[in-house]
């Protein structure tokens, strides 16, 4: 069965260059069925399912862990770096949500897709995008994981910028590239750092980690946060963060595949996988944990400003993955992979949520010129309000089991000011989220001048099954003090047992804080957007609401000095140097050519004595010389 990774990975990457042919050819022949497209689309995800399912059961019943290394990459010397697969509780468990998420977002952008031109590009994209993010989850080693990082930054750039008549969807693309390409330069100091040292022993991830200590401890910082910048860019933490609500400009199954199932997660993933890196430097996680917190809080204090309903969902993105930071920062990979696993439902929930709203409403996307969806589409009203419950924390909803066990372990650890800063997220995440939900919802409903339309079944269906996720996927973290049995942190031991531990006394008074929060933060909105009046214009403005000008803030200290820097090295470089040469070679051959022009006349008589006289002079040559 170690064959099953390479077809876990190698489906996805078919089925998009089956698409890809298919769309080339209804272009420049003549159009075909959409079904060539959507079957190839939404079966790919699904076979990877499966497969991933096997793999699961096998490991569950006690398997050695899956290896398979079809064939030798590359040689350089000695050292020899194989195409290598590694199948792994961690992985395949990455695998499962992933490819099942996955598939679920497939099957609702097949409607949201339907009327749009470039269908059969479109899924060519996102078929790419699932077969890069399983090839960086089940990469095994850093250099295969390369591969995979870097695809799916290529296939978020394609895909945010899929509108790329819009110049500022152009923009956001870019964006995202350039801000992760800044990421990425981190993320290859590190990787050369540990090729130096282990490639010698080899580099995947078992060698790597047998001889992690033949690396010295101060440049172990150094590629503990050279890493950690990588994860920065992929995962939106401050500083590199900007990318992410711009990200909102591509379709929204790409908002939902991103934030649920791909890309963002990458970042949590890779610090997990390297948890052996990490344990030995402690100083370094605690340094993470803090930017978790601080990203979590910046996020939800900005996201209870915006109007845009995706970057709304963006920022509350940015905010649970600076969660999941916290509890990597503070060793207890486990329970940031169970909170990883709990948001993929909900945060898949909420923007495919947000689009039907989007689609029910003509393609707006302003929550105060929305109002009274619940009349208009119930069943994604009660799929939403189950979304909203489970990112606010409130039991028995998903996200309460996977938040509550982080902000345990930030408390159990002794950083109580980590722990403060994300109660205090959670106050706000409540309070934000619920801002949204009683505006789109619950709020009078906005005069608009296309009346809004109910979604198809198509659309529905992804949102009862994510729905039901959302409700019940934090029970396969149930903790003990609450009778459960935590599954998934049996699962994932290997990856983060808390060192720490409190009294039940403790973790009850814990548990009732954090539902105590998550109530002050939806009353917050219930008081405030309950019945909000959308006849009235809603402006908003000040720091907050602009995003603390942070924006504005690269684009003058970075963004435009380096513009100026190019342009005058465009001028000194390109004109004073590049042009000159090239035109001073010009006037060479120009003098050249004058001086030739001189023997090539175009006279016919002068070309006659020419050859008469070096016939003449090859003659003279053979009798007096030869002769």
């Known amino acids: 069965m170690n064959f099953f990774l390479a077809l876990i990975i190698l489906i996805p990457f078919i089925s998009s260059m089956f698409i890809g042919i298919a769309y080339m050819y209804s272009i420049v022949k003549s159009p075909i069925s959409r079904l060539w497209f959507t079957i190839p689309a939404l079966s790919a995800p699904m076979v990877s399912f499966i497969l991933g399912l096997v793999l699961f059961l096998g490991l569950h019943n006690g398997a050695e862990d899956y290896v398979y290394r079809p064939y030798m990459w590359l040689s350089l010397d000695t050292y020899d770096i194989y195409m290598g697969f590694l199948g792994d509780k961690l992985s395949i468990f990455m695998v499962l949500f992933i490819t099942f998420v996955g598939w679920l977002i497939h099957i609702y952008a097949t409607a949201y897709m339907k009327d749009d031109e470039g269908y059969g590009k479109f899924f060519a994209y ?249 009349q208009i589409t119930p069943l994604v009203y009660i799929c939403m309000l189950m979304a909203t419950l489970a990112i606010s924390g409130v039991p028995p909803f998903a996200g309460f089991f996977s938040k509550d066990e982080i902000l345990l372990e930030a408390f159990a650890s002794g950083e ?112 405030k957007f309950k019945n909000y009046d959308l006849s009235k214009e809603t402006l908003l403005e000040g720091v907050v609401y602009h995003k603390f000008y942070i924006d504005e803030m690269y684009d003058k200290f970075f963004v435009q000095p380096l513009r100026r820097l190019s342009e005058r090295i465009s001028v000194s470089v390109d004109v004073e140097v590049v042009n000159a040469f090239v035109m001073a070679l010009s006037y060479g051959f120009v003098r050249i050519g004058k001086v030739i022009a001189v023997v090539q006349n175009a006279n016919v008589r002068f070309y006659a004595f020419v050859m008469i006289l070096g016939a003449s002079s090859i003659c003279a040559y053979l009798i007096f010389i030869l002769g």
């Not at 010698?200 to 172990?220: E, R, W």
């Not at 993933?269 to 601080?294: D, K, N, S």
């Not at 706000?428 to 009346?451: C, I, N, P, S």
């Not at 109910?454 to 973290?477: E, I, R």
Request: a neutral charge.
């Open 126 to 374: 996102f078929n790419l995008f699932l077969g890069s993010m399983l090839l960086l989850v089940l990469a095994d080693g850093p250099l295969i994981m390369f591969i995979g990082w870097e695809g799916v930054g290529l296939c978020s750039y394609l895909l945010i910028s899929y509108y790329f008549e819009d110049p500022l969807n152009v923009n956001a693309g870019n964006k995202a590239f350039i801000v992760n390409r800044i990421g990425d330069f981190g993320f290859l100091i590190g990787l050369a750092l540990m090729f130096f040292y282990c490639a010698p022993y080899g580099y995947d991830y078992i060698t790597i980690q047998a001889h992690i200590d033949s690396i010295p401890l101060p440049l172990l910082y150094l590629v503990g946060l050279a890493l950690f910048i990588g994860a920065m860019g992929k995962s939106a933490q401050i500083p590199l963060y900007v990318w992410l609500p711009d990200a909102m400009a591509g379709p929204t199954p790409v908002s939902a595949l991103i934030h649920a199932a791909t890309m963002v997660t990458a970042g949590v993933y890779m610090v997990a996988r390297f948890h052996f890196l990490y344990e030995l430097i402690p100083a370094v996680g605690v340094f993470i944990a803090y930017i978790g917190a601080a990203s979590a809080l910046f996020a939800a204090i900005i996201a209870t400003k915006q109007s845009d309903i995706k970057k709304i969902l963006a920022y509350s993105t940015m905010s649970q993955l600076g969660y999941m930071f916290i509890a990597v920062g503070l060793g207890a990979y486990s329970t940031a992979l169970f909170h990883v696993f709990t948001h993929a439902f909900f945060k898949a929930l909420l923007f495919m949520g947000a689009g039907a709203v989007i689609v029910s409403l003509h393609h707006e996307q302003n929550i105060f010129k929305m109002g009274g969806m619940r």
């Open 416 to 527: 109580y000011l980590i722990w403060a800063i994300a109660v205090l997220s959670a106050v706000l995440t409540a309070y934000y989220m619920f801002r949204l939900f009683f505006v789109v919802f619950e709020g009078q409903k906005y005069h608009h001048e296309h009346h809004p339309i109910d979604v198809t079944w198509v659309m529905k269906a992804p949102l009862v099954v994510l729905a039901l996720g959302s409700l019940g996927a934090g029970f396969l973290g149930l903790p003990v003090l609450l009778g459960g049995h935590n599954l998934i942190g049996e699962w994932l031991a290997q990856w983060g047992v808390r060192a720490s531990h409190v009294s039940h006394e403790t973790e009850w008074m814990l548990l009732g804080l954090n539902i105590t929060v998550s109530m002050i933060g939806i009353g917050l909105a219930y008081r």
